[in-house]
T-cell receptor, first 113, second 116 residues
């Protein structure tokens, strides 16, 4: 039972354009969400997070949007750069529950120069 | 500050053998979590240790076990290896118990296990 889903396994975007990565979840008790970026042969690195009390969080070129009613979050990268090419994982947790993070299956982003 | 380190980085074993993987968290971090990453499955949670106690466990068979030492270093053991255990095993550390704000996890580079 995949509680966190990333339905697009891959995405290609032209350099300078916007990249939008999507993530859906099923557990309405999730209240904290994160995005991680992973390069080959490296572990995932934390990118940005959002609490359920917000619907948007921005950090430089990265913005995460949360739509609680749709149980959907998205990561926007503007403008996209070739160095952004990586696998992106979203993760969710329930602060008052088991506390562990549930990860999606990842989306491979390729930014074309 | 040194990051999370995992040893060994690569490992080749045969079916039926057992393996032990090691993880050293960031200094001061008391929580260590283990994940299995396989193509198409994302990061599957194995277990988490906090202050030498297993705090959470994922849906893996009993062949997968772990422990944490007083210096927060952690080991993961897989007995009676199967072909399907071939994967990247990632360790992540956090200051406090994982999940929720202020306890983001920092990942090591992983151990690539190949079972022949």
């Amino acid at each position: 039972d995949q509680q966190v889903k990333q339905n697009s396994p891959s995405l290609s975007v032209q350099e300078g354009r916007i990249s939008i990565l999507n993530c859906d979840y099923t557990n309405s008790m999730f209240d904290y969400f994160l995005w991680y970026k992973k390069y080959p042969a490296e572990g995932p690195t934390f990118l940005i997070s959002i609490s359920s009390i917000k619907d948007k969080n921005e950090d430089g070129r990265f913005t995460v949007f949360l739509n609680k009613s749709a149980k959907h979050l998205s990561l926007h990268i503007v403008p996209s750069q070739p160095g952004d090419s990586a696998v992106y994982f979203c993760a969710a947790s329930e602060s008052g529950g088991t506390y562990k993070y549930i990860f999606g299956t990842g989306t491979r982003l390729k930014v074309l120069a | 500050k040194a990051g999370v380190t995992q040893t060994p980085r690569y490992l080749i074993k045969t079916r039926g053998q057992q393996v032990t993987l090691s993880c050293s968290p960031i200094s001061g971090h008391r929580s260590v979590s283990w994940y299995q990453q396989t193509p198409g499955q994302g990061l599957q949670f194995l277990f988490e240790y906090f202050s030498e106690t297993q705090r959470n466990k994922g849906n893996f068979p009993g062949r997968f076990s772990g422990r944490q030492f007083s210096n927060s270093r952690s080991e993961m053991n897989v007995s009676t290896l199967e072909l399907g255990d071939s994967a990247l095993y990632l360790c992540a550390s956090s200051l406090g118990p994982s999940g929720g704000r202020y306890n983001e996890q920092f990942f090591g580079p992983g151990t690539r296990l190949t079972v022949l």
